[in-house]
């Protein structure tokens, strides 16, 4: 148990909607990552936060949204959802220590878009 | 050109065997990191070990080992004594200033061990 924490584990809905994927990092780490991690294309890095700010951004479409907030949980939300989203979204928050930064992934979310 | 490249899209081994997973990356970057993560069936990504680009010795981790060749710039994960449990994709990704200290990702290993 890496002591990141999502939920929920699967989500199923249809296509257009709207869905909102929440993180909760492990105890005293700043940092949020969420990536996303479909079938043809592998990890993709979406968005860093760090202590509620936004500090990198990756391969996130405009659809896509994120935001950390003071108790340093984290939210995506996802809209106009499309067949190709469906995906294993995952969370990762990290901690700097003497070999750097570390980042612990959550257990995922399993998003199917019908 | 690809930063990481994990040549192996899958390997068979032997229960007990070590086995050894091959990471070149890219970068002209003095400081970087590299990084092992195993991704079992169920999903979930495991952190595995760590290496710099200025440490002077290779990562151990338990069984795993990191066989860190700087000028040929490869970074296999060595896993000794091999068990079933092994059986997972193996990522492995790199930092560096490049990638604005995000981490870039191979496309995986996936190792299945053979009873």
């Known amino acids: 148990d890496s002591g990141v924490t999502q939920t929920p584990k699967h989500l199923i809905t249809a296509t257009g909607q709207r869905v909102t994927l929440r993180c909760s990092p492990r105890?005293?780490?700043?940092?949020v990552y969420w990536y996303q991690q479909s079938l043809d294309q592998g990890l993709q890095f979406l968005i860093q936060?760090?202590?509620?700010?936004?500090?990198a951004k990756g391969n996130i479409l405009e659809r896509f949204s994120a935001q950390q907030f003071p108790d340093l949980h984290s939210e995506l939300n996802l809209s106009s959802l499309e067949l190709g989203d469906s995906a294993l979204y995952f969370c990762?928050?990290?901690?700097?220590?003497?070999?750097?930064?570390?980042?612990?992934f959550g257990p995922g979310t399993r998003l199917l878009v019908l | 050109a690809q930063k990481i490249t994990q040549t192996q899209p899958g390997m068979f081994v032997q229960e007990k065997e070590a086995v050894t997973l091959d990471c070149t990356y890219d970068t002209s970057d003095p400081s970087y990191g590299l990084f092992w993560y195993k991704q079992p069936s169920s999903g979930e990504m495991i952190f595995l070990i760590y290496?710099?680009?200025?440490d002077q010795q290779n990562a151990t981790e338990g069984r795993y080992s990191l066989n860190f060749q700087k000028a040929r710039k490869s970074a296999n994960l060595v896993i000794s004594a091999s068990q079933l449990g092994d059986s997972a994709m193996y990522f492995c990704?790199?930092?560096?200033?490049?990638?604005?200290?995000?981490?870039?990702w191979g496309a995986g290993t996936k190792l299945i061990i053979k009873p």
């Open positions: 290496q710099g680009s200025y």
């Open positions: 105890s005293g780490d700043l940092s």
């Open positions: 936060y760090y202590n509620g700010e936004e500090r």
């Open positions: 990762a928050s990290s901690v700097t220590s003497l070999r750097g930064e570390t980042q612990y």
């Open positions: 990704a790199m930092r560096d200033v490049d990638s604005n200290y995000q981490l870039i």
